[in-house]
């Protein structure tokens, strides 16, 4: 067991949007009071551009730290030396390295994002089976940018099929196409701290946190949620 709980955010699909996802993930998590250590081991360092830009901004995020993390000495070396408490995220590269390999058996959970196309989710499910060559358990599935009207499609549908049919675990929460997402993304903090429509911020952090609850629940179930982060109902 880790000192402290480890979620993976990874996919070999590029365009998944693993990295805006884990943004918010940790910004929730830090909103809960919990600090947050990222750890960037994708060579585009977006997550890493991010808090550069968040600080250069003059709004670093509160109680996060992301470091690059870029090859398997960085990654182990950081694995080895990781905080007593908190959260540790790690936005992985999107290509099948040794990298990935140790974070597949170090990682208490990996979340795998997905767009809903029967395309995306195939990869995305490829990618689930992949990581069990090093662990049994601890990966789920779940859809990204999900468009309200796309829902309705018989491409949504095909997506939600394969999904089931081929038994790949997912979470149930799944995250909708928010342009709020993408300034969170851009330099404008966290979404506690975001200057734009509150209702708009509500119902984002909303759908954020319904996702969290789930990755929290799977953590708890596992005997590695950290104990100060409370999974509370979106309103």
Known sequence: MSQVPIIA???????????????LVAGEIADR????????TDPQQTTMKWFERCKAAGQPPERIEVV????????????????EN???LIDTQGALTPALAIIATRADLIVVP???????????????????????DGVRLFLNSVDAIAMKTAVFNEAIAYI?????????TMLYQRPIYTDVNDDKGTLSTIKANPESVRKARANVALLLNEI?????????????VHATEAA
Do not use: M, W
Request: contains cysteine; glycine residues 10%; aromatic residues 6%.
């Open 33 to 40: 009071g919990e600090n947050v250590l990222i750890l960037d």
């Open 114 to 136: 997905s767009r809903a196309t029967k395309t995306d989710v195939v990869e995305a499910a490829a990618f689930v089976k992949y990581t069990e060559h090093f662990r049994q």
């Open 9 to 23: 955010f990874g996919t070999t699909k590029g365009g998944s949007g693993k990295s805006t996802v884990c943004v």
């Open 216 to 228: 929290l629940e799977e953590l708890s179930d596992a005997g590695t949620a950290a104990a100060e």
């Open 86 to 88: 908190g959260v540790v």
């Open 164 to 172: 089931q049919e081929e038994q790949i675990p997912y979470f149930r």
């Open 68 to 83: 690059p993390c870029l090859g398997e000495k960085a990654l182990g070396d950081q694995l080895k030396a990781l905080p």
